[in-house]
C-alpha cells in the first residue's frame, strides 16, 4: 500500500514550543507537564532568541535540569533569518543546545531584515516583483540551513509569504529542489507547523519525495497546545493512497544519511 508523506511523522515528539521565558503564558515546568499529558516520549523547548540574548546558558541549565518520568527533553532556540545571506539572528556564544529552528520571521532581503507589510507595500506599488521576493527568501533560507552553528529545522516554512500579499503557490518547485537539496547536505528536518498551518500539502509532498526529513510542531505557547498535531492529518489527509497526488512519482532519496543529534526517535 502507498505510503502519505506524512506516514513516518512522529506525533508523539514535539519540538516546536514556547514558555513564559519569552512569549509563552506558562513555565518551562509547565509546558514538560503538559507534554507527558499530551503523551508525548520526546519534547523539546525552542524558545526565541536574538543575537543579544544574554539568559540562553542559564536557559540550558533550567531545561536540562527538568526530569519527567518517560520523557526524553531536549533544549533548543528559535532563531530568524536576518538576510539574504543566511545569518541567523544568534548570540555569537552559544552552550551546547540540541538544535536551532530557523525561522522566517520578517523578509531578509540582502540589507537585513524587512517587515512583511512594507514588502507587501513594495509589491503593490511594483517596486518588488513576487517571484523576486520568493526567489530570495529560498536563498536565505538555503543559506540559514547550511551556515547554522546547531542542527536545523525549518521553522514554520513560508508562514512569510501571506503576510506579504503571497501564497505558496508562488513557490516553484526549483525552489523546493534547492531547499530540499540544502536540507540534505546537513540532515536538516523541515517542520509541519500546527499553529501556522503550513506548508502546504503539495510542498510537504515535494520535500518528502526528495527525501527531506519531515517533523511536527505545535509551536504551542499555551501548555494546551503542546503536541497539537491536527495539521499533520489534515495534509495526510489530501494525500491517501489512490488519490491522484502529485508527489506520486519516484523518490529521489538519498542513498544514506549521516547520523544527526537530533535523531528521529522509534
Known sequence: MSRTP???VDRRRDLHTHSDLTDGTASPAAMADAAVAAGLHTWGLSDHVRADSDWVDEYLRLVRGLRRDGLEILCGVEAKILDSRGRLDLPTALPDLDYVLVADHQYP???GP???R???RAIAAGAMLP???VDELVV???AAVQRAPLPVIVAHPFSLLPKMGLSETDVRDDHLRALAAACRTVDAAVEINGKWRCPSARIVADLSSAGVDLVAGSDAHRPQDV????YVDVIGAVHQPGADAPWARPADLPSSRRERRVAVSP
Open 131 to 133: 517571484a523576486d521576493v
Open 118 to 120: 512594507d514588502v507587501a
Open 227 to 230: 503536541g497539537a498535531f491536527g
Open 114 to 116: 524587512v517587515h512583511p
Open 6 to 8: 506524512t506516514a513516518a
Open 140 to 142: 536565505a533560507t538555503c
Open 109 to 111: 532581503a540582502a540589507g
